[in-house]
T-cell receptor, first 111, second 113 residues
């Protein structure tokens, strides 16, 4: 079953603009993670935010988590053409339970 | 350093043929191992996971099976492939008891014809 649902399904922006992707989930979580997938490749872990955290930064990435609304957002600032990829959120419900992934957002950054 | 190897990268198999996909991890011990499948343009579906040698948890009943003959080796198999088995198969590992990001292999594109 898929826990996370990303929104929008697809996003197209100009280089230099910010990209925001949202993720909603249904059950309580230990942490929420964001991954990136270039076309035809494996997923790469970007950032993890724990249930007791509200915001986290990593380079040009900013992730927020609102456990009361069961939602998270991923912001990529000053996007580059190389950011073009699919982005997935994944939730871990409890220790040692497998991650459950959403369907992803396809981001296109136009140079 | 910790690495994950997954092969083959692409595979075209006829319906009814057997399947064996292999995944090995280097540079860590006692990892949790996972097989996911991704349909075209879709999210990841968990197929199997293992927290130790010989231990396999199945998430989706189907004609696929998994085995973990060694600590850092995870194998996905089928005796007879179906058309619906086509997809992108991804192996992943994580160490610890939760709270860490997964490391994924580069995937196997399986086309059943």
């Amino acid at each position: 079953s898929q826990q996370g649902e990303e929104d929008p399904q697809a996003l197209s922006i100009q280089e230099g603009e910010n990209a925001t992707m949202n993720c909603s989930y249904k059950t309580s979580i230990n942490n929420l993670q964001w991954y990136r997938q270039n076309s035809g490749r494996g997923l790469v872990h970007l950032i993890l935010i724990r249930s007791n955290e509200r915001e986290k930064h990593s380079g040009r990435l900013r992730v927020t988590l609102d456990t009361s609304k069961k939602s998270s957002s991923l912001l990529i600032t000053a996007s580059r053409a190389a950011d073009t990829a699919s982005y997935f959120c994944a939730t871990e419900s409890s220790g040692n339970t497998p991650l459950v992934f959403g369907k992803g957002t396809r981001l296109s950054v136009i140079a | 350093s910790q690495t994950i190897h997954q092969w083959p990268a692409t595979l075209v198999q006829p319906v009814g043929s057997p399947l064996s996909l292999e995944c090995t991890v280097e540079g860590t011990s006692n990892p949790n191992l996972y097989w996911y499948r991704q349909a075209a343009g879709r999210g990841l579906q968990l197929l199997f996971y293992s927290v130790g040698i010989g231990q396999i948890s199945s998430e989706v009943p189907q004609n696929l099976s998994a085995s973990r003959p060694q600590d850092r080796q995870f194998i996905l198999s089928s005796k007879k492939l179906l058309l619906s088995d086509s997809g992108f198969y991804l192996c992943a590992w994580v160490t610890g008891t939760g709270g860490y990001g997964y490391t994924f292999g580069s995937g196997t594109r399986l086309t059943v014809v």
